[in-house]
């Protein structure tokens, strides 16, 4: 329970409190008092505006609504789209520009690579994933059915040397692609060595080979004539073959290979939002306590694995001796961005002058820029920003007015942390759809610090859904991949990064790769957004980190977005086709299908996140696969259920029926976890289960379609509860 201290006119939770004065701002050049004040001031300031524009959400939902309703015979196109402009849904197009955002750290303005997201209250992973800006090649093909255990390659549970050997040819075929030989191949290879300032590589005839492209050849580890590393390049991403011919694997390697690093995850997403569970001040200072070790480089994690107990910390740089004999220093560690929550939520962590809780937002942009100080003090072990820069992620915004009100925070936020102007980037996640119909305008907002443009699609299909309720039934989910509106949502928004100006200041990134079982798959499509003019794209875990960065070697991504840049053309109509199902006339069989999946994802997510406090997890599916499932997958599926609810498709027992059934799926799904509470058979009695419940039945009424207000309120119901 929160016990308040007076600050002010402000209550802040004690918990809260003591980590700022403690812990976050010694040494930050910002006085406790000071700070406090300021806290306050800006509070009254700008808490009037944010709830304004949660007013102005719901007022043009129900414009929408009653719209929708008033045509449900059916509408033309350009009625409906007169409509969206004279309610301000389109905004008037503001007049050309390019983004002029400053001191953005290579990592964003010129290196594609994979951007990796990870749950940051959780210290192990989030540690990991700031380490992942370098991952073992062989492992991850090892460990993943990118290779595949036919013809004896299983995985096993001890050391298989057939797959072994599927792993070191692939590997090996990269190579040939990345840092080709000049006619040969990596796997004719028996050593590696330097001679006069170059790679010389000697094959099993006795003939020597070099580089095709020489100056690929950046560093190595060891003696030129018996190295133990060598670096390699190329798109501007490293990769470093290892030689050991004692060890297990580089043993049976004619060169001796014992592995191949990639350069992975360049850029990382320390994620408050989505992925985790913060309900409270106790949560919110778990969240930050870790983004400041991880900002000082202190932070660490013990844990027992494989049962040994392991501590893990950040990873130092990398240095290697060059070519010609000097020193080359590669960051040992992912660039960090800190995504903070959207504009929707309060927090009972600190309440305002009239006792009401204060907009968790604001809190998350002071706070989070305050730990993030330390680094542009380096007060820490490592720097994150070589640049001077502090990246916040900003999700969930709602066109462009919601986008400057960000940006006017800043700006707050800079003058109270005694930050030059525009120090605080932004990345605008593109998850909304009155802000992808508004993109240039979103990116005119903020575009002095603009670092990134994201198409969320999961949180965006969830908004899609929700904005047209009244329309009709939807879709099945799973077409919703194929769908015009999305295509052209993905399309519009790399012209749009493209026309603004990104290359070379800011990312065009895209969505997430939510199944991280299947990495097979995931090499096989998603390359295809590098193609489609992305620089960077989400993953959900090194091991996935790892192998994208490989679609980076093959695809040129900077020629790509400068062909694109050729053919921009305006997706708007294409957008606006709301994917309202033409016909309903599923079959039982599919109507079954769709609930029983949706339901499976929302209860075996909502369990663990009510019960657990675990904001991301790993959900099957009904057809078994392993689903990353987070709030805004959730908001897919609970949408998905209550637009089939409110038209009809199926009745209020079906739901109810089908959710008992999946909710005893689930319970043995989780039957060996030992702290897990059953839902199965008092219901009534189980706080998630009446969350997945609400999250359905009182779907339509939810902001937006948004999870966390019922997620909140449970979760926090449960933790009173256990503390009585
Ligand atoms: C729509 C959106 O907003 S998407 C953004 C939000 N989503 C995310 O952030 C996804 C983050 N990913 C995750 O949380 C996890 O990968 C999950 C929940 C999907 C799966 O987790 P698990 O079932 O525990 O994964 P699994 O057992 O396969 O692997 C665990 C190992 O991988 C590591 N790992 C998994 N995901 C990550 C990650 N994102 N970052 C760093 N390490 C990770 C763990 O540290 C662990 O390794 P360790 O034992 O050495 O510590
Ligand atoms: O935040 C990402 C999304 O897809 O939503
Ligand atoms: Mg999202």
């Known amino acids: 329970m929160s016990q308040y201290v007076d600050i002010g006119n402000l209550k802040v939770d004690q918990a809260l409190y003591e980590f700022i004065v403690s812990e976050a701002l010694p040494e930050s050049g910002v006085a406790d008092g000071q700070f ?4 306050e001031t800006l509070l009254n300031e700008w808490t009037p505006a944010n709830r304004f524009l949660l007013e102005e959400r719901k007022t043009i939902q129900n414009q929408l609504d009653t719209w929708y309703r008033d045509h449900s015979t059916g509408y033309e196109f350009e009625e409906y789209k007169g409509f969206l402009e004279e309610i301000g849904y389109l905004e008037p197009k503001v007049d050309d520009f390019k983004i002029t955002s400053e001191n953005v750290d290579h990592e964003i303005a010129h290196q594609a690579g994979p951007q990796l997201v990870v749950p940051v209250d959780n210290a192990r992973y989030a540690l990991n994933a700031a380490n992942a800006r370098f991952g073992s090649l062989y492992d991850a093909l090892y460990g993943t059915d990118v290779i595949s255990e036919e013809d004896g390659a299983e995985r096993g549970s001890s050391y298989n040397p057939v797959r072994g050997e599927k792993v070191v040819a692939y590997a090996k075929e990269f190579l040939d692609r990345a840092v080709p030989l000049t006619g040969s191949s990596h796997k004719d290879a028996v050593t590696y060595k330097v001679t006069d300032e ?7 005839d006795g003939s020597e080979r070099k580089l095709a492209e020489p100056e690929k050849f950046k560093g190595y580890h060891g003696l030129p004539e018996d190295p133990s590393a060598i670096l390699l390049e190329n798109h501007g991403l490293h990769l470093e073959i290892q030689l050991d011919p004692e060890h297990p694997i580089g043993k049976g390697d004619p060169a ?12 990382t997403i320390m994620d408050c939002e989505d992925s985790v569970a913060a309900v409270d001040a106790e949560d919110k200072v778990r969240v930050y306590k870790n ?3 991880l900002m000082k480089g202190d932070l660490t994690a013990s844990f027992n694995k494989g049962g040994r107990e392991v501590t893990r910390h950040l ?9 010609d004999g000097g020193e080359i220093v590669l960051k040992g560690r992912s660039l960090m961005f800190i995504r903070n929550v959207g504009h929707l939520m309060t927090t009972p962590a600190i309440l305002d002058r009239n006792g009401e809780e204060v907009p968790e937002g604001i809190v998350d942009g002071i706070v989070t820029c305050l730990l993030a100080k330390h680094d542009l003090l380096q007060n820490g072990k490592y720097q994150n920003s070589d640049a001077g820069s502090i990246y916040i992620v900003k999700p969930k915004m709602h066109g462009s007015k919601e986008v400057a009100f960000a940006n006017t925070l800043f700006n707050r936020i800079e003058d109270m942390l005694g930050l030059d102007r525009y120090t605080v980037k932004i990345g605008v996640m593109d998850e909304e759809r009155r802000t992808t119909l508004n993109l240039k305008n979103c990116i005119h907002a903020v575009k002095e610090r603009i670092v990134f443009i994201n198409t969320g699609f999961l949180d965006r299909t969830g908004d899609e859904i929700h904005t047209s309720m009244e329309a009709g039934a939807m879709i099945r989910k799973q077409e919703m991949k194929t769908s015009t509106w999305l295509h052209s949502y993905e399309q519009s928004n790399v012209n749009v990064g493209l026309e603004t100006g990104l290359i070379g200041k800011a990312q065009i990134g895209k969505g997430m790769w939510a199944m991280p079982e299947l990495m097979n798959n995931m090499m096989e499509q998603k390359g295809g957004q590098l193609k489609a003019g992305a620089n960077t794209a989400w993953v959900p875990s090194p091991t996935a980190a790892s192998l994208h960065a490989l679609h980076y070697h093959d695809i040129n991504v900077k020629a790509t977005q400068e062909k694109l840049m050729e053919n921009i053309t305006d997706k708007i109509d294409e957008i606006l086709q709301v994917p309202v199902a033409a016909s309903t006339d599923w079959n039982e069989q599919e109507i079954h299908e769709e609930l029983e999946n949706n339901a499976q994802g929302i209860l075996g997510y909502v369990v663990r996140w009510v019960n657990h406090g675990v904001g991301c997890s790993k959900v099957p599916d009904i057809n ?3 689903l990353m499932e987070d709030r805004a997958t959730l908001r897919i599926s609970s949408q998905h259920m209550s637009n089939w609810l409110h038209h009809g498709i199926v009745t209020k027992e079906q739901v109810e029926k089908t959710l008992r059934k999946m909710a005893k799926v689930v319970d043995e799904q989780n039957a060996d976890d030992t702290q897990y509470r059953p839902m199965a058979p008092d219901y009534d009695q189980s706080i998630a289960y009446k969350a997945a419940r609400d999250l359905i039945f009182d779907g339509t009424k939810q902001p937006n379609g948004y999870t966390e207000p019922i997620l909140h309120k449970r979760r926090r119901e449960l933790k009173e509860k256990a503390f009585i």
């Open 198 to 204: 170059n790679l010389v590589v000697t094959l099993s």
């Open 36 to 39: 406090w004040s300021d806290f």
């Open 256 to 267: 001796g290979v014992k592995d191949i690093l990639v350069e992975s995850a360049t850029t």
């Open 315 to 323: 990873q130092p740089d990398r240095s290697y001796t060059t070519p």
């Open 624 to 626: 078994n696969i392993g």
């Open 291 to 293: 983004l400041l070790g």
